[in-house]
């Protein structure tokens, strides 16, 4: 029986809530003093059951085609297939990784794999979302999830400023967002984002469009942590629990640079001119920030913060190139960008443990000899971080740079190249300690931070998708170059737009428009 294209289009989405509605139900019956492993599993196949629905959807958009549901608010495209396996891909690896994280911590473990299944599901709606109110449920959907886990090491004085931080300042840039939203009605008298660009044409408060511009990038420039809008990023990550930062760092990212091509290339491409001179601003403001504070920092996961706002800065490089560039390259840059940084972090946490007391850089002083595999997988994926060849992060910031330059913003690309430059000093810096002799008063790690077999896949997947993806790009330069199609050349079925008031007589209403 063929499904129904409500459900189809969905499909990930409603796996990923069974899923997580099964582990809440199943938590109960477990003791204080018993493992959650069970649950952990039954995550891990609900978010591999995700992901292979996303693959199923791609049997039906191949080509350039799309599947709508419920009036055309949600869309299951290749543009939004290809971020929601990305989404599944970082989330399962996530998981995997975490598995044992919560040894003799396991009372609360339960919630934290239904809360990570939630947060995915938030984050797949805001990749598929077609309407700009939908954009706001996945992204409260995720936020919720996000800020719960942030403070997720009970009893953490750091984890619990880490949530209150987050929180405070998340709802800020969600009022930014939603004001936003409110504003675009105001303007275009629709919320549905292929309607918008009609609105726009015959719109009489275009300085009314552009505030909803400015709002909308404000609200999504808060999740992706762009400078100026960075302030909450090093605290949260430096309480919030090492695999919680690693999806947190990726996955949500994933899912609002997504909205943020969908909605400026597809509803303001009218005003391109005006919101990437405000993103070429950003971008240069993030690269600047991030790498310079990045050299200030001694705790390794602050470092690694203000690391993620640099990379937000290249990222956001890739919306000065052509339409079709743009959406490819950003799209090649997420993936890579995910596969090093999750990797790093899983590292981190594998070291760390639950109590995060490797916390500093000299704390990580001789962890080659100490943990030889540990460090040479954290110095591999802080090698793709700087963009050394044969590595994910070198093809990722040679697409970005290379399509800002052929769109004639060179001064943008030599910003970038220099903050690159500045990078290489804190990466190395960090290698560096990594094999340097230890100190001789340094106390060995606890025998229980072994690393287990699906901690083990998940470290292995990492640093085989960043030595693929810097060996051989081509599958998924394809893949984004589909994404890229879906949002360049195809618009979704025309909508009738309301009558607007003009102040003249309908004929006439009509010649101007």
């Known amino acids: 029986m063929p499904l129904s294209s409500n459900i189809l289009t969905l499909l990930p989405e409603y796996i990923l809530v069974v899923a997580g509605v099964l582990v809440m139900l199943a938590e109960p019956f477990f003791k204080d003093d018993d493992s959650r492993a069970p649950l952990g599993w039954l995550a891990i196949v609900g978010t591999a059951a995700s992901g292979a629905a996303a ?23 290749n543009f939004s297939v290809f971020f929601h396996l990305l989404i599944a891909a970082t ?26 299944l939630f947060g995915a599901t938030g984050m797949m709606l805001m990749t598929s979302a077609n309407e700009l109110l939908m954009v706001f449920i996945g992204l409260e959907i995720s936020s919720i999830s996000t800020y719960i886990l942030a403070g997720f090491r009970k009893g953490k004085i750091t984890a619990s400023e880490s949530a209150i931080k987050y929180f405070l300042l998340g709802s800020f840039a969600t009022a930014f967002f939603l004001y936003g939203i409110a504003l675009t009605f105001g303007a275009t008298g629709t919320t549905s984002i292929p309607a918008i660009a009609a609105g726009l044409a015959v719109t009489r408060t275009p300085m009314l469009a552009l505030t909803a511009i400015a709002m909308i990038i404000i609200g999504l420039g808060f999740k992706v942590s762009a400078a100026p809008f960075h302030v909450w990023t090093p605290d949260v990550y430096q309480g919030a629990p090492a695999p919680v930062v690693g999806l947190m760092s990726t996955a949500p990212k994933a899912a609002a640079f997504a909205v943020l091509l969908r909605v400026l290339l597809t509803g303001f491409p009218a005003y391109e001119a005006r919101w990437a001179l405000m993103l070429w601003a950003i971008a240069a403001l993030s690269m600047t920030i991030g790498n310079l504070g990045a050299l200030l920092q001694k705790d390794v996961k602050r470092m690694l ?17 052509l339409p079709a560039d743009a959406v490819s390259n950003a799209a090649f840059y997420i993936a890579a960008y995910s596969a090093m940084n999750v990797g ?16 500093s850089r000299k ?36 697409y970005v740079f290379a399509g800002a330059f052929h769109a004639g913003h060179t001064a943008l690309v030599i910003i970038g190249l220099a903050n690159s430059g500045v990078a290489c000093f804190y990466y190395l810096r960090l290698i560096l300690s990594l094999y340097s002799e230890p100190d001789a008063d340094r106390v060995e790690e606890p025998a229980y931070r072994h690393v287990s077999i699906s901690a083990s896949i998940a470290l292995a ?42 102040g003249m007589p309908d004929s006439k209403c009509q010649e101007t428009r």
């Not at 989330?91 to 990570?116: I, N, P, Q, W």
């Not at 203000?306 to 890739?318: E, F, K, R, W």
Request: proline content about 4%; glycine content about 8%; charged content about 10%.
């Open 344 to 359: 790093a972090f899983l590292v981190l946490t594998q070291v760390s443990g639950f109590s995060e007391e490797t916390r």
């Open 363 to 398: 704390d990580f002083t001789g962890l080659a000899k100490r943990r030889p595999v540990m460090a040479a997988l954290l110095s591999f994926f802080l090698l793709s971080m700087i963009g050394i060849p044969f590595t994910a992060g070198f093809f990722a910031k040679f």
């Open 55 to 77: 693959f199923y959807q791609s049997r039906f958009v191949a080509g350039n085609g799309a599947l709508h549901a419920f009036s055309g608010t949600m869309v299951a495209d």
């Open 91 to 116: 989330v399962l690896v996530t998981l995997l990784g975490s598995m044992d994280y919560f040894r003799g911590h396991a009372t609360h473990a339960g919630e934290y794999f239904a809360l990570v």
């Open 305 to 321: 913060a203000y690391s993620s706002i640099a990379h937000a800065g290249y990222l956001l490089v890739a919306f000065s190139s």
């Open 461 to 502: 997947a990492c640093a085989v998708a960043v030595l693929l993806l810097g060996v051989m790009p081509g599958k998924i330069v394809a893949h984004a170059g589909r994404a890229a199609i879906a949002i360049a050349e195809k618009t979704a079925e025309p909508v009738t737009l309301p009558n607007i008031p003009c």
